[in-house]
Antibody, heavy 118, light 110 residues
Framework: QVQLVESGGGVVQPGRSLRLSCAASGFTFRTYVMHWVRQAPGKGLEWVAVISHDETNKYYADSVKGRFTISRDNSKNTLYLQMNNLRVEDTAVYYCAREGIGPTIDYWGQGTLVTVSS | VLTQTPLSSPVTLGQPASISCRSS???????????LSWLQQRPGQPPRLLIY???NRFSGVPDRFSGSGAGTDFTLKISRVEAEDVGVYYC?????????FGQGTKVEIK
């Protein structure tokens, strides 16, 4: 079955960096477009970034453009999100998600919490 | 912008529930498809796909969930609410970047 397991979250000070990882299994990772979506505590969902199956195309939300970088290693079935110059408003649960039929996001990981606080 | 109504929906077990999602612009893609989906997020859980392309139920989704609509107006219906349906429901569009979500509708039992 499809599994997406995020890691790398934690507490970090404003201005610092963090790298999230998402280990994928149960499907042919290298053939799927992948996304990051976040959810601030008690709030709704916000799309963050997307990467094509071969890394040739990447798109970002305006709120993270220039600070976050999405990447993937198809040999390791892993998706990444490098987050630099973090802000308090980046505090959220970050979900790794697979783009499937539709297109739409058809599978979500359990999420990893990032807290940006001084 | 996707606007959901109501924001909260107290429902009696076994009764129907309906959630509306209105888009500020048409969600019809240039390829003719409409990429409007519905998600369910149970308390403490990640979101789960229920419906894609307006009315297609995802694998394993009970048939008491149905989606309808066109253009800018869409509806998710639960024919008979069960206890496990408690949670927040989101509409989401993938017709244009950035993908966006409605603000969510909380379904709770009266």
């Amino acid at each position: 079955q499809v599994q997406l397991v995020e890691s790398g979250g934690g507490v970090v000070q404003p201005g610092r960096s963090l790298r999230l990882s998402c280990a994928a299994s149960g499907f042919t990772f290298r053939t799927y477009v992948m996304h990051w979506v976040r959810q601030a505590p008690g709030k709704g969902l916000e799309w963050v970034a997307v990467i094509s199956h071969d890394e040739t195309n990447k798109y970002y939300a305006d709120s993270v453009k220039g600070r976050f970088t999405i990447s993937r290693d198809n040999s390791k079935n892993t998706l990444y999100l490098q987050m630099n110059n973090l802000r308090v408003e980046d505090t959220a649960v970050y979900y790794c998600a697979r783009e499937g039929i539709g297109p739409t996001i058809d599978y979500w990981g359990q999420g990893t919490l990032v807290t940006v606080s001084s | 912008v996707l606007t959901q109504t109501p924001l909260s929906s107290p429902v009696t077990l076994g009764q129907p529930a309906s959630i509306s999602c209105r888009s500020s612009q048409s969600l019809v893609h240039s390829d003719g498809n409409t990429y409007l989906s519905w998600l369910q997020q149970r308390p403490g859980q990640p979101p789960r796909l229920l419906i894609y392309k307006i009315s297609n139920r995802f694998s394993g989704v009970p048939d008491r969930f149905s989606g309808s609509g066109a253009g800018t107006d869409f509806t998710l219906k639960i024919s008979r609410v069960e206890a496990e349906d408690v949670g927040v429901y989101y509409c989401t569009q993938a017709t244009q970047f950035p993908w966006t979500f409605g603000q969510g509708t909380k379904v709770e039992i009266k």
